[in-house]
């Protein structure tokens, strides 16, 4: 029988469990290397998020890596690259929920939500009818989504509700989903795109092409009044020049789901998102990366799962194989 490796302790592995009974003994782990050395060492296959270098090529009969969400940058590709006969394949269930959430952080910032709340929880109306800072209206504005893979066809998808026109930029300048958006461009070319919009939102992968694609020279391209939203990956935003734009106005607002330092252990505290005080300015809405999470999408992720590793076991063609040369 074969052995299934689940980086993970959460109950969810009996859905793995239930849907591999029969056809693969499922080994649940803490996600430590020495618990995968010591647990899966012999695994033909591994659930998980992260994967070093040493229990890649310590894993000798491993074949299959499947991810539970889409990001794949805590797994070392080169090693698996190196191994050699290992397919590495993702999951994009939470895309709708991304998407949802992207459109919420670019509501919260362009009809001031945070600092409404915050003071007249203090008992001061200083944002009532008439004060600072009118809501940015999203009606007959221009987006620009930069990536137009599941989770930015879903953004596009739900923003024609808000009669918005929509422009995308991928690295090919092509998508499977080009028909949801008035104008698709190559990345490298997507400088007049940037300065006609009102509203940038990241959905891309992190790949050593896309780090630090939002630079002083992109921010500089961008209207006073803009807002860019970050759902992808924290690094693929230069975080001093965002934090510069902000701080002296040069753009409207940013709303920003995912960071350049996370705390040690997962939910943990007293660790800033930044070395930069982006939690001081008011023109930032900041979220601790839970874009992706909701009341469904942990059991979804681990039913996937379960599900694509059965096709893999059956000699079926797993879904969201990834590119290893590409890196999505």
Request: glycine fraction near 6%; proline fraction near 5%; aromatic fraction near 8%.
């Amino acid at each position: 029988m074969l052995k299934v490796l689940a980086s993970s302790s959460h109950e969810n592995v009996q859905i793995l469990r239930s849907l591999l009974r029969g056809v693969a003994e499922v080994v649940p782990t803490d996600g430590t290397l020495e618990s995968m050395l010591k647990l899966g060492r012999d695994a033909d296959i591994l659930a998980s998020n992260r994967v070093s270098r040493e229990y890649i090529e310590a894993a000798s009969r491993l074949r299959m890596i499947q991810t539970f969400s889409t990001g794949i940058e805590k797994i070392d590709l080169e090693a698996v690259k190196s191994h050699g006969g290992i397919i590495l394949c993702n999951s994009h269930i939470n895309a709708a929920e991304v998407a949802e959430y992207a459109i919420t952080l670019l509501l919260a910032v362009a009809k001031n939500i945070i600092p409404n709340d915050r003071e007249l929880r203090k008992g001061d109306w200083v944002y009532a009818f008439g004060g600072p800072n009118p809501n940015i209206e999203i009606r007959r504005k221009t987006c620009l989504i930069i990536g137009l893979g599941n989770i930015g066809a879903e953004i596009a998808r739900r923003l024609r509700a808000f009669d918005v026109k929509i422009y995308a930029a991928t690295r090919s300048g092509d998508s499977q989903h080009a028909a949801l958006v008035d104008r698709l461009v190559r990345i490298d070319k997507v400088r007049p795109l940037v300065e006609s919009s009102d509203f940038v939102i990241l959905s891309l992968p992190l790949t050593p092409e896309s780090e630090g694609l939002v630079d002083s020279t992109f921010i500089s391209w961008m209207k006073p009044t803009s807002i860019i939203v970050n759902i992808s990956r924290g690094p693929i935003i230069n975080e001093r020049a965002l934090f510069d734009a902000l701080k002296q106005n040069r753009i409207r607002g940013a709303g920003l789901d995912v960071w350049w330092r996370y705390p040690p252990k997962w939910r943990g505290k007293a660790t800033p998102p930044s070395d930069i005080p982006f939690q001081d300015l008011d023109n930032v809405v900041v979220s601790p990366h839970r874009a992706g999470y909701s009341e469904n999408t942990e059991r979804e992720y681990f039913q996937f799962a379960g599900e694509n590793i059965l096709r893999f076991i059956r000699g079926e063609s797993p879904l969201n194989i990834v590119d290893l040369t590409r890196g999505y």
